[in-house]
């Protein structure tokens, strides 16, 4: 019995090399403006049209500034880059949702809650967070510049099968403990080299029982691990949050839309390269340590004790200056960001909300709150979060990327510690010299109403 990544894979081959790889069909492009100029330039060099255009959509989100959009941006490689993006898409007939438009905001973001990335689906773009869209029941994955380029011309890409694994979180998860703690927890057992070489489905209780935008928080992560993509099977959850979006098939469509997406599944006798299983007792709320995503830490524990002889750990501790053995519990916080294509959904801003209202942002900290996307901004206001976040001391942002990756105005200055609701902790991924702990909206609110490292339980 064919697993459900099987299903897909198979069912988007258009040919097979032997001894080499498939010509894999791709049913959406997604286009941001740091990976695309070399590949449309290589498009134009060749004297190329994109194969299926409307089947290809860009949106800048890396570069933009998340105020005064409506100004020029000041920046002039952000400003090159995006304007590029707008000139490239429109020369190409594609769809170009540019800054300041209504539909505009960090395209992780965006697909899902547009309908535009659909169970069964193959979608690519040229960002490791492609993975993302494995939440809605499709094979997604980043690709390269040169790919890019390869699937505008034909629709097709190049590539080797991975492997697959399944791992099965079962149980109920504890008070205040996210998708985003679950996630740590796996890079932590895995290491983030655990899963290279493979395609995870997440399965289990615990899976079945998370939200969408909880779901997309744990397949955005699966790259961490060094997986190619995760995925989950669509199931009513994931029908329920695609009805009714603009891209959504409507109608008798609908109807042979969901006869179609039930089938997607792994079978009972489903053979796996790999399986894992893990007990959802076992994850409290998490706090990274070190400068890779792995290096995390249930927020109670102390950081191991055994890393003194370990060369590249200890350096990691060095940069973030900790110590083996130490507890993070009250270490001092600079700046808190709630964002990005992991945490800048709606769920995750009520998340906050919850733990900050009633409550005051410390002075000592600097918190940068910036939706996902412009239709994340109106359901904030919508639901009176913004009140509840301004009365506490907080601005919203305008959507991007932000502090994520520094390549925008927002970065955490030197030596600054942030708690961030992001997916890497790289040296310096949140500016230069920059340290960050990666962690859930849940305890970044709780650090920022605090100033310390806290345990969001204590909020309840």
Known sequence: MNTLFDKIWDKHVVQQVEDGPAQLYIDRLYCHEVTSPQAFDGMRARGLKCFRPQQIYCMPDHNTPTHDQDNPIEDPVSKKQVDTLAKNAAEFGLTHYGMMSKDNGIIHVVGPEKGLSLPGMTIVCGDSHTSTHGAMGSVAFGIGTSEVEMVMASQCILQQKPKSMRIN???????????????????????????????VEYAGEVVRNLSMEGRLTLCNLSIEMGARGGFIAPDDTTFNYIRGREFAPKGEAWDKA?????????????????????????????????????MGIGITEKIPANLEHQTSNLKSLQYMGFKPGQKLLGTKVDYVF??????????????????????????????????????????????????????AGFDIRQPGCSACLAMNDDKVPAGKLAVSTSNRNFEGRQGPGARTILASPLTAAAAAVTGVITDPREFI
């Open 258 to 294: 969901i006869a179609y997406w039930k089938t997607l599944k792994s079978g009972p006798d489903a053979v796996f390269d790999k399986e894992l299983t893990f007990d959802a007792k076992d994850i409290e709320p998490r706090i990274t340590y070190g400068t890779n995503p792995g």
């Open 338 to 391: 709630l964002g990005a294509c992991t945490n800048g959904r709606i769920e995750d801003f009520r998340a906050f909300a919850s733990i900050v209202e009633g409550r005051t942002k410390s002075p000592d900290v600097v918190a940068w709150l910036v939706p996902g996307s412009w239709a994340v901004d109106r359901q904030i206001r919508d639901e009176g979060l913004d009140k509840v976040l301004e009365a």
């Open 169 to 199: 979180i079962n149980g109920q998860l504890g008070p205040c403990v996210t998708a985003k703690d679950v996630a740590l927890y796996l890079m932590a057992q895995l290491t983030t080299s655990g899963a290279t070489g493979y395609f």
